[in-house]
């Protein structure tokens, strides 16, 4: 069976039924391998020049040397990132990887000696250590691309690498669209279905291998539900209007979507197109972070939480104790609210309410002076000192150090939901939500209470989203302490 044709008995199945009943095999996420092979070229190259240093014997000392390791593994790292190897159409390719690898930390360790001499200083002690060095660190990076590629060339076999992708449309422009995905595809997604509005007339029930799942309207909970990666839009052009109608439900979501241009009679510039296999798209709108962002995302999301926790542990201990001094009831307090890709997860808090007060839902936005919340609490809201555990979300991997604040599922401005207030309010979760944001440091923290605030908190996180860079992140956290003196809205 072809590895972008889902099993026969998720093709039988009802929409209502498809979650329960599919048969498709585990995914691998791709951010993860990315990451996992990232994390081993820096601690390749970063032990393998101490163990260098310390067998062979250097003049530097241990900082020097630790610095030293840190700049070539940052170059080395940066440089394959340059040449687009921290993907996994490279990251198949082992022997290629290999000798790239090699070539870069080659340079990287050059770079050492040049700028040893430049510095005036006798490079020459440095020959041995700079010669196990490469030899130890390429025999480690090489190892770990062995390892990486045999286990992605595994997943691909078993279609646990594939991308998942719907259909919007029907009939015989996505019957002869499918046809040609068929033929040079096939490894890279699996096709769950189609959506399409049109009776079985004009849009049959069944296209090829494929049953039609549900109607446009079905499509954005389908693909939140499934983690759908992929749209495919096969409508022909002159469905203008019902493009234009289908994208403004769609575009919300953490999904690239692509206009098949298969069938098109406008040909334009290759590079204007995306392919899937030899098939042509137009490209309507992209995940906001590509896999390498992710993993780099996620890598300084784990770093940074573990250390913040380490570093913060007194004052846990200090804010424990005068929680439980202050009221009875937990030191903790766990509130349900919105995800990445809406999926909700139980932020931690501090308890910073009376216990038999506590609202979970966030049903009433805590105001000035609100009677509920306890005397210690009011000292940890106004300095966020209350949102602190939840870095241990961040460690668990269900918020980052920096994005869209996660609010309550319930919460409302002006009497009005938040997602019925402001239009593509949702689009805010098509990244993980964060602990820090964009709108947290330009003063747009606290009660929500007017449709004003959270129309700035949504378009400083559209802001943040469509920016993003590992700068921008560390920008952000820098700024965040500064930020916390701004007390104004936070009761």
Same mark, same amino acid.
């Given at each position: 069976?072809?590895?972008?044709?889902?099993?026969?008995?998720?093709?039988?199945?009802?929409?209502?039924?498809?979650?329960?009943?599919?048969?498709?095999?585990?995914?691998?996420?791709?951010?993860?391998?990315?990451?996992?092979?990232?994390?081993?070229?820096?601690?390749?190259?970063n032990l393998a020049g101490v163990a260098a240093a310390i067998s062979v014997g250097?003049?530097?000392?241990?900082?020097?040397?630790?610095?030293?390791?840190?700049?070539?593994?940052?170059?080395?790292?940066?440089?394959?990132?340059?040449?687009?190897?921290?993907?996994?159409?490279?990251?198949?390719?082992?022997?290629?990887?290999?000798?790239?690898?090699?070539?870069?930390?080659?340079?990287?360790?050059?770079?050492?000696?040049?700028?040893t001499f430049l510095l005036g200083k006798d490079a020459a002690p440095l020959r041995?250590?700079?010669?196990?060095?490469?030899?130890g660190g390429w025999c480690l990076m090489a190892t770990a691309r062995v390892a990486?590629?045999?286990?992605?060339?595994?997943?691909?076999? @078993?279609?646990?690498?594939?991308?998942?992708?719907?259909?919007?449309?029907?009939?015989?422009?996505?019957?002869?669209?499918?046809?040609?995905?068929?033929?040079?595809?096939?490894?890279?997604?699996?096709?769950?279905?189609?959506?399409?509005?049109?009776?079985?007339?004009?849009?049959? @029930?069944?296209?090829?291998?494929?049953?039609?799942?549900?109607?446009?309207?079905?499509?954005?909970?389908?693909?939140?539900?499934?983690?759908?990666?992929?749209?495919?839009?096969?409508?022909?052009?002159?469905? @203008?209007?019902?493009?234009?109608?289908?994208?403004?439900?769609?575009?919300? !979501?953490?999904?690239?979507?692509?206009?098949?241009?298969?069938?098109?009679?406008?040909?334009?510039?290759?590079?204007?197109?995306?392919?899937?296999?030899?098939?042509?798209? !137009?490209?309507?709108?992209?995940?906001?972070?590509?896999?390498?962002?992710?993993?780099?995302?996620?890598? @300084?999301?784990?770093?940074?939480?573990?250390?913040? !926790?380490?570093?913060?542990?007194?004052?846990?201990?200090?804010?424990?104790?005068?929680?439980?001094?202050?009221?009875?009831?937990?030191?903790?307090?766990?509130?349900?609210?919105?995800?990445?890709?809406?999926?909700?997860?139980?932020?931690?808090?501090?308890?910073?309410?009376?216990?038999?007060?506590?609202?979970?839902?966030?049903?009433?936005?805590?105001?000035?002076?609100?009677?509920?919340?306890?005397?210690?609490?009011?000292?940890?809201?106004?300095?966020?000192?209350?949102?602190?555990?939840?870095?241990?979300?961040?460690?668990?991997?269900?918020?980052?150090?920096?994005?869209?604040?996660? !609010?309550?599922?319930?919460?409302?401005?002006?009497?009005?939901?938040?997602?019925?207030?402001?239009?593509?309010?949702?689009?805010?979760?098509?990244?993980?939500?964060?602990?820090?944001?964009?709108?947290?440091?330009?003063?747009?923290?606290?009660?929500?209470?007017?449709?004003?605030?959270?129309?700035?908190?949504?378009?400083?996180?559209?802001?943040?989203?469509?920016?993003?860079?590992?700068?921008?992140?560390?920008?952000?956290?820098?700024?965040?302490?500064?930020?916390?003196?701004?007390?104004?809205?936070?009761?």
């Open positions: 069976m072809n590895a972008h044709v889902p099993p026969p008995e998720f093709l039988a199945q009802d929409y209502s039924k498809l979650r329960a009943n599919a048969k498709l095999p585990p995914r691998i996420s791709q951010p993860r391998v990315i990451a996992a092979v990232l994390v081993a070229d820096f601690l390749a190259v250097t003049q530097m000392t241990a900082t020097t040397v630790t610095v030293v390791c840190l700049i070539v593994s940052a170059f080395v790292i940066a440089a394959l990132q340059w040449r687009y190897a921290y993907t996994i159409p490279a990251l198949r390719n082992g022997v290629r990887q290999i000798a790239e690898s090699g070539q870069w930390l080659f340079l990287g360790l050059a770079a050492v000696i040049v700028a041995g250590w700079i010669a196990l060095w490469f030899a990486a590629s045999a286990l992605i060339a595994r997943w691909k076999r @078993e279609g646990r690498l594939v991308r998942r992708a719907v259909v919007a449309g029907g009939g015989q422009t996505a019957a002869d669209l499918i046809a040609s995905l068929d033929k040079t595809a096939r490894d890279t997604i699996s096709i769950l279905g189609l959506f399409d509005d049109r009776g079985e007339d004009r849009s049959p @029930e069944v296209v090829g291998p494929y049953r039609k799942l549900g109607q446009f309207e079905d499509l954005a909970a389908f693909c939140r539900e499934e983690n759908v990666d992929l749209i495919i839009i096969a409508l022909p052009p002159t469905a @203008e209007e019902r493009v234009l109608q289908l994208l403004k439900k769609l575009w919300v !979501l953490p999904i690239d979507i692509r206009i098949s241009a298969h069938a098109s009679k406008l040909k334009l510039r290759a590079r204007a197109y995306n392919y899937i296999g030899d098939v042509p798209f !137009l490209p309507l709108f992209d995940r906001p972070m590509s896999d390498w962002a992710i993993a780099v995302k996620a890598i @300084e999301d784990r770093v940074i939480a573990a250390l913040a !926790l380490l570093a913060l542990s007194p004052l846990f201990a200090v804010v424990a104790i005068a929680i439980k001094r202050d009221s009875r009831g937990p030191v903790f307090f766990r509130q349900q609210r919105y995800g990445f890709n809406n999926e909700p997860i139980r932020v931690f808090k501090f308890r910073s309410m009376y216990a038999d007060q506590s609202d979970m839902k966030a049903s009433k936005l805590v105001t000035k002076d609100d009677p509920r919340v306890t005397r210690v609490g009011r000292f940890i809201r106004k300095t966020s000192i209350d949102e602190l555990p939840q870095l241990i979300n961040v460690l668990r991997g269900e918020l980052s150090l920096v994005g869209p604040r996660p !609010l309550a599922m319930q919460a409302k401005a002006d009497g009005v939901t938040y997602d019925d207030a402001v239009e593509g309010y949702f689009a805010r979760h098509r990244v993980k939500p964060g602990i820090t944001g964009w709108a947290q440091i330009n003063g747009w923290r606290g009660e929500t209470d007017t449709l004003d605030k959270i129309e700035q908190r949504v378009q400083h996180d559209l802001h943040y989203i469509d920016n993003w860079s590992l700068g921008f992140d560390l920008y952000i956290l820098l700024k965040t302490p500064m930020s916390l003196l701004d007390t104004r809205n936070a009761y």
